[in-house]
C-alpha cells in the first residue's frame, strides 16, 4: 500500500540558510499534519492543512511556512535557520478516519 | 506544561514478559488516545486506539486499559519479543473547529526487550 513520501530523507544546512521539505501524502488523504521532533522529544504539532486550506497551526515559527499544492503535496519552507531546528520532521497524512499515517520523516541538521 | 504525562521514560523487560506504559491526562475534550511505535530512524506508526466510552480494547498481544475518571490509560505488551523493542508513544487527541486531528503526545518510553 502507498505511504506517505517526504523528501529529502537528509538535509544539512549552515545557520541562516533556507530549507524546504516536501510531502506527498496518501493518495485520496485530504489532510496534511507536520511535526516537529527534537532529539529524543516527543513530535510537536507544527501545522495542518484540509483540502489545500491551512487549517489548524500550532507551534510554528514565524521564518517557518508551509503550504498545499492542488496535486495535495505539501511544502514546508524553512528560512534563516538556526541550530535549534536540528530535528526530524515529519509529515502525516489522513482522511475521513482518525488515524494520522505518518511518513519516514525528513531529518535536517543546521551547522 | 505537557499535558499527557507518560511513563516510565524507559523500560527493560525479559522475553515473555508483560511491557505496562502508562499515560495520564488532563483536559477533558480529548476524545481519542492513540498508541503510536516508533522505531529509530522510522516515523510514528498507529499500533492500537481507544476513545472513552470504552474501558478496554485487546489487539492481538496489545492491550489499552482505560480509566476515564482518573483520566488515565496504559498499554499493556503481553509475551515481549525483542522485535518490540521501540519507543511508544501515547496521545490524546480532539477534533479542531476544521474537523483535524489536534494530538497531543506524551513524552514517550524507549522499551527494550531482552533475551
Known amino acids: 500500500a502507498a505511504g506517505v513520501i517526504q523528501s529529502p530523507r537528509h538535509l544539512i544546512k549552515e545557520k541562516r540558510e533556507t530549507a524546504t521539505l516536501k510531502c506527498y501524502p496518501i493518495p485520496r488523504h485530504d489532510t496534511v499534519y507536520w511535526y516537529q521532533q527534537g532529539p529524543g522529544q516527543d513530535p510537536q504539532f507544527l501545522i495542518s492543512?484540509?483540502?489545500?486550506?491551512?487549517?489548524d497551526k500550532g507551534s510554528i515559527p514565524d521564518r517557518f511556512s508551509a503550504q498545499q499544492f492542488s496535486d495535495y503535496h505539501s511544502e514546508l519552507n524553512m528560512s534563516s535557520l538556526e541550530l535549534g531546528d536540528s530535528a526530524l520532521y515529519f509529515c502525516?497524512?489522513?482522511?475521513?478516519?482518525?488515524?494520522?499515517?505518518f511518513g519516514e520523516g525528513s531529518r535536517l541538521t543546521v551547522l | 506544561q505537557q499535558q499527557v504525562k507518560q511513563s516510565p521514560q524507559s523500560l527493560i523487560v525479559q522475553k515473555g514478559g508483560i511491557s505496562i506504559i502508562n499515560c495520564a491526562y488532563e483536559?477533558?475534550?480529548?476524545?481519542?488516545f492513540p498508541w503510536y511505535q516508533q522505531f529509530p530512524g522510522k516515523g510514528p506508526a498507529l499500533l492500537i486506539a481507544i476513545r472513552p466510552d470504552v474501558s478496554e480494547k485487546k489487539e492481538g498481544r496489545f492491550t489499552i486499559s482505560f480509566n476515564k475518571s482518573a483520566k488515565q490509560f496504559s498499554l499493556h505488551i503481553m509475551d515481549s519479543q525483542p522485535g518490540d523493542s521501540a519507543t511508544y508513544f501515547c496521545?490524546?487527541?480532539?477534533?479542531?473547529?476544521?474537523?483535524?486531528?489536534?494530538?497531543?503526545f506524551g513524552t514517550g518510553t524507549r522499551l527494550t526487550i531482552i533475551p
Open positions: 492543512f484540509y483540502e489545500k486550506m491551512q487549517s
Open positions: 483536559n477533558t475534550a480529548f476524545d481519542y
Open positions: 496521545a490524546a487527541s480532539m477534533l479542531s473547529n476544521f474537523g483535524n486531528e489536534k494530538l497531543t
Open positions: 502525516a497524512s489522513s482522511s475521513a478516519g482518525r488515524e494520522l499515517f
